[in-house]
């Protein structure tokens, strides 16, 4: 560090209580919004702008009402106060402003409320600028603008998040007091870049961030901001990436003999997906440098045979594998399925979940539960980790199966059943190979998807009766477990505020037992269950010992019951496409015609909207760019993990900006010890990631 450098660091790091007009207690509140020094300041951007620079006439407000309607926006008007008095409101609780202001097109209504000094400061004939809502005067039926804030030239305003005892003036006025120390922060990202990207400089970016000229200049700030966050993002993917390719795998011999004979011994033919997925995991096996692959495919596009073919493989040339599942029921169902696979090739599996601890003696792939990790397994001579459904797990849990034996990493295969769309996994995977099956097995049917309106719901039992009658079986998902309980989820607690009283599991199983299907056999599945306990309710379905089950969402990932043929869901606006898709995936698991019933009464026009879309497609990939349309990035999946939700300004939507950013990542991957400021920026962003 030159001596300048020194100097602008340690103002960077001084602490905010310090700087002029801060003590003790404003520090201590700021401390609240994660201010602790100046350069903790210079990064606190104002959530955002009250724009005085775009000023319309009085005249056109009305004209825009009339043609496009402006109730609720906020707008600037230039006016003259032409008379201003402030009265009480009938039950005196209240005092209200009421001015009269024009501009030379013509004149409206403006109230404030309890403010009643604007009486005396805003005087009859003064000239001022207002930012405020549109909204409807009830008395006059004339449109008026409430609560403006004022200001005497024009400019744009930034508003910053707020905390008791700090105003966004005051959070303006220290940070215009620290302007100057924005030249200490320094430029991290390669000229080139900038160059080849038309981006501003950070300390540009950072000013106009908080001191905008006018609303382009914010716009061309949040780019560069918007870029950094998915460009160091994907670099730092992309450093993971490279860095397991440091380490030496296993290289596995490929007998081509075992790969016919093995495709021969399944009770069908592989899909093209599938083949080819297998095949790029094969040419993985066959490098010595770490597997770092990615099946993503929809529920019931047939990945657990792709993951058996690998094991297969690896097994076959002496090493061992590992298999790891978020669930117990997953776990089960993996080891029946690879048993059935594997053994007649001789082939040993074993299980171990914390409700099934026997030791199997160390069996040639073991699969089970994060039990895998708390019971210190044997780990020496793996040569393929295989993990379901990874984001279900912490990246320690993970990184602990996948650890350096004996100077060689196991080659890694995820899952995931969660179609992502094609842009956001350009920026969720770039640690990562993606093999993507997007071809379902042949013999499958498309599911018949309705929805089903109060008024159907005799005659959709009338329908389920039938389809139970033929042998076939059915689940019936409600959103909660007992009445009065906290959903699951933060969408469902927001959307039961406006509707009507949940289907909770046990009520609405007592009531289909009692009043609606007294004949036919029942049983119940919720997360409340010991995990024994739900794993033989499973068995018992898939064995056909009863003929309905009602469930919350637990059986969400991945259970195979291949009877069912109906997936009924009540209040079924409460759930997410994605998650709604994954239901419905529990059935159509064979060649029999089955069905997916949406309950709602939900006349909202987004949920309408949801389950037509559930109507309307049955690809998973489909539904996820239709649920990123509808939901925006932000709310995307539960699985974008933690420091996914960090990004403050980039869309991951953005399909353009994603694609320059991670070609920008790869462009410096490969020489990043040239770019040392970039290094630490990435990790410093490291810190709050995964
Ligand atoms: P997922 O991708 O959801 O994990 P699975 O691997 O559980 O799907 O497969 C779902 C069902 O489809 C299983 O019963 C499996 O035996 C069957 N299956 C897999 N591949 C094929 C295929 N190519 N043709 C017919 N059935 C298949
Ligand atoms: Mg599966």
Same mark, same amino acid.
């Given at each position: 560090?030159?001596e300048?450098?020194?100097?602008?660091?340690?103002?960077?790091n001084?602490?905010?209580?310090?700087?002029?007009?801060?003590?003790?207690?404003m520090?201590e509140?700021?401390?609240?919004?994660? @201010?602790k020094?100046?350069?903790?300041?210079i990064?606190? %951007? &104002? +959530?955002?702008?009250?724009? /005085?620079?775009?000023? $319309?006439k *009085?005249?056109?407000?009305?004209?825009?009402?009339?043609?496009?309607?402006?109730?609720?926006?906020?707008?600037?008007?230039?006016?003259k106060?032409?008379?201003?008095?402030n009265?009480?409101?009938?039950?005196r609780?209240?005092?209200?402003?009421?001015?009269?202001?024009?501009?030379?097109?013509?004149?409206?209504?403006?109230?404030?409320?309890n403010?009643?000094?604007l009486?005396?400061?805003?005087?009859?004939?003064?000239?001022?600028?207002?930012n405020?809502?549109?909204?409807?005067?009830?008395?006059?039926?004339? @449109?008026?603008?409430?609560?403006?804030t004022?200001?005497? %030239? &024009? +400019?744009?305003?930034?508003? /910053?998040?707020?905390? $008791?005892? *700090?105003?966004?003036?005051?959070i303006s006025?220290?940070?215009?007091?620290?302007?100057?120390q924005?030249?200490?922060?320094?430029?991290?990202?390669p000229?080139?870049?900038i160059?080849k990207?038309?981006?501003?400089?950070?300390?540009?970016?950072?000013?106009?961030?908080?001191?905008?000229?006018?609303?382009?200049?914010?716009?061309?700030?949040?780019?560069?901001?918007?870029?950094?966050?998915?460009?160091?993002?994907?670099?730092?993917?992309?450093?993971?990436?490279?860095?397991?390719?440091?380490?030496?795998?296993?290289?596995?011999?490929?007998?081509?003999?075992?790969?016919?004979?093995?495709?021969?011994?399944?009770?069908?033919?592989l899909?093209?997906?599938?083949?080819?997925?297998?095949?790029?995991?094969?040419?993985?096996?066959?490098?010595?440098?770490?597997?770092?692959?990615?099946?993503?495919?929809?529920?019931?596009?047939?990945?657990?045979?792709?993951?058996?073919?690998?094991?297969?493989?690896?097994?076959?040339?002496?090493k061992?594998?590992?298999?790891?599942?978020?669930?117990?029921?997953?776990a089960n169902?993996?080891?029946?399925?690879?048993?059935?696979?594997?053994?007649?090739?001789?082939?040993?599996?074993?299980?171990?979940?914390s409700?099934?601890?026997?030791?199997?003696?160390?069996?040639?792939?073991?699969?089970?539960?994060?039990?895998?990790?708390?019971?210190?397994?044997?780990?020496?001579?793996?040569?393929?980790?295989?993990?379901?459904?990874?984001?279900?797990?912490?990246v320690?849990?993970?990184?602990?199966?996948?650890?350096?034996?004996?100077?060689?990493?196991?080659?890694?295969?995820s899952?995931?059943?969660?179609?992502?769309?094609?842009?956001?996994?350009?920026?969720?995977?770039?640690?990562?190979?993606?093999?993507?099956?997007?071809?379902?097995?042949?013999?499958r049917?498309?599911?018949?998807?309705?929805?089903?309106?109060p008024?159907?719901?005799?005659?959709?039992?009338?329908?389920?009766?039938?389809?139970?009658?033929?042998?076939?079986?059915?689940?019936?998902?409600?959103?909660?477990?007992?009445?009065?309980?906290?959903?699951?989820?933060?969408?469902?607690?927001?959307?039961?505020?406006?509707?009507?009283?949940?289907?909770?599991?046990?009520?609405?199983?007592?009531?289909?037992?009692?009043?609606?299907?007294?004949?036919l056999?029942?049983?119940?599945?919720?997360?409340?269950?010991?995990?024994?306990?739900?794993?033989?309710?499973m068995?018992?379905?898939?064995?056909?010992?009863?003929?309905?089950?009602?469930?919350?969402?637990?059986?969400?990932?991945?259970?195979?019951?291949?009877?069912?043929?109906?997936?009924?869901?009540?209040?079924a606006?409460?759930?997410?496409?994605?998650?709604l898709?994954?239901?419905?995936?529990?059935?159509?698991?064979n060649?029999?015609?089955?069905?997916?019933?949406?309950?709602?009464?939900?006349?909202?026009?987004?949920?309408?909207?949801?389950?037509?879309?559930m109507?309307?497609?049955?690809?998973?990939?489909?539904?996820?760019?239709?649920?990123?349309?509808?939901?925006?990035?932000?709310q995307?999946?539960?699985?974008?993990?933690?420091?996914?939700?960090?990004?403050r300004?980039?869309?991951?939507?953005?399909r353009?900006?994603?694609?320059?950013?991670?070609?920008?990542?790869?462009?410096?991957?490969?020489?990043?010890?040239?770019?040392?400021?970039?290094?630490?920026?990435?990790?410093e962003?490291?810190?709050?990631?995964?």
């Amino acid at each position: 560090m030159t001596e300048k450098e020194n100097k602008g660091f340690m103002e960077l790091n001084t602490e905010i209580q310090f700087l002029h007009g801060v003590g003790p207690k404003m520090a201590e509140r700021l401390d609240k919004l994660g @201010i602790k020094i100046v350069r903790d300041l210079i990064y606190y %951007f &104002p +959530r955002d702008y009250a724009d /005085y620079t775009k000023i $319309v006439k *009085i005249g056109d407000l009305g004209i825009m009402n009339y043609e496009s309607g402006i109730m609720g926006e906020t707008k600037t008007i230039k006016a003259k106060i032409i008379n201003i008095a402030n009265r009480r409101t009938s039950r005196r609780r209240f005092v209200v402003t009421e001015a009269v202001v024009a501009d030379d097109t013509g004149s409206i209504k403006v109230v404030w409320f309890n403010q009643p000094y604007l009486e005396k400061m805003l005087k009859s004939g003064s000239e001022v600028i207002l930012n405020g809502k549109i909204s409807y005067d009830n008395f006059s039926g004339q @449109i008026q603008m409430e609560s403006p804030t004022r200001t005497n %030239f &024009p +400019r744009i305003v930034p508003i /910053y998040p707020e905390t $008791v005892g *700090i105003s966004s003036g005051y959070i303006s006025k220290l940070v215009a007091s620290i302007k100057p120390q924005v030249a200490n922060i320094g430029e991290y990202i390669p000229e080139e870049i900038i160059g080849k990207n038309n981006l501003i400089g950070i300390q540009q970016a950072i000013l106009a961030l908080h001191q905008p000229d006018n609303s382009a200049s914010v716009e061309k700030a949040r780019e560069r901001m918007a870029f950094d966050e998915l460009f160091l993002f994907s670099l730092q993917k992309q450093l993971i990436k490279q860095e397991v390719l440091i380490h030496k795998a296993p290289k596995m011999e490929i007998d081509e003999q075992f790969l016919k004979d093995f495709v021969e011994s399944l009770p069908f033919k592989l899909t093209d997906a599938q083949r080819k997925a297998s095949w790029r995991i094969i040419k993985d096996l066959e490098s010595n440098q770490p597997m770092n692959r990615l099946l993503n495919g929809d529920v019931g596009s047939g990945k657990t045979v792709v993951a058996a073919f690998a094991a297969a493989v690896v097994i076959k040339n002496g090493k061992r594998v590992v298999l790891m599942a978020p669930t117990e029921i997953l776990a089960n169902q993996h080891y029946q399925t690879l048993t059935k696979i594997l053994e007649p090739h001789g082939i040993s599996v074993g299980l171990l979940t914390s409700a099934n601890k026997s030791d199997h003696n160390l069996p040639d792939i073991i699969v089970g539960t994060h039990a895998l990790i708390q019971e210190k397994v044997e780990l020496d001579n793996i040569g393929l980790v295989i993990i379901d459904e990874q984001h279900r797990f912490g990246v320690n849990q993970r990184n602990k199966l996948l650890e350096v034996r004996n100077g060689l990493r196991p080659h890694f295969l995820s899952m995931t059943a969660t179609p992502i769309p094609r842009t956001m996994s350009l920026v969720v995977f770039a640690n990562l190979n993606v093999s993507v099956i997007d071809e379902m097995p042949a013999d499958r049917k498309k599911i018949i998807t309705r929805t089903v309106e109060p008024a159907g719901r005799d005659e959709a039992y009338e329908f389920i009766r039938k389809e139970v009658g033929s042998g076939h079986q059915v689940f019936v998902i409600c959103p909660l477990i007992a009445e009065g309980d906290q959903a699951d989820s933060l969408q469902l607690i927001a959307n039961s505020f406006f509707e009507e009283e949940k289907k909770a599991v046990i009520k609405e199983t007592k009531r289909l037992q009692k009043d609606v299907f007294p004949d036919l056999k029942i049983a119940m599945l919720h997360g409340k269950l010991k995990s024994k306990e739900k794993e033989v309710i499973m068995a018992d379905f898939k064995a056909k010992k009863f003929d309905i089950l009602v469930s919350t969402s637990v059986v969400e990932v991945g259970v195979d019951i291949p009877g069912a043929t109906v997936m009924m869901i009540e209040n079924a606006e409460s759930f997410g496409l994605a998650q709604l898709h994954q239901f419905r995936g529990r059935v159509g698991r064979n060649d029999m015609q089955s069905y997916c019933l949406l309950f709602s009464s939900s006349n909202s026009e987004n949920a309408q909207k949801r389950l037509s879309y559930m109507e309307s497609i049955s690809s998973g990939f489909e539904l996820a760019e239709k649920d990123l349309e509808l939901r925006g990035p932000g709310q995307m999946y539960g699985y974008v993990q933690s420091g996914f939700w960090d990004f403050r300004f980039a869309d991951i939507g953005d399909r353009i900006m994603i694609e320059k950013a991670t070609e920008a990542a790869k462009d410096v991957v490969a020489q990043i010890d040239k770019y040392p400021e970039l290094l630490e920026k990435v990790g410093e962003k490291a810190k709050h990631l995964e």
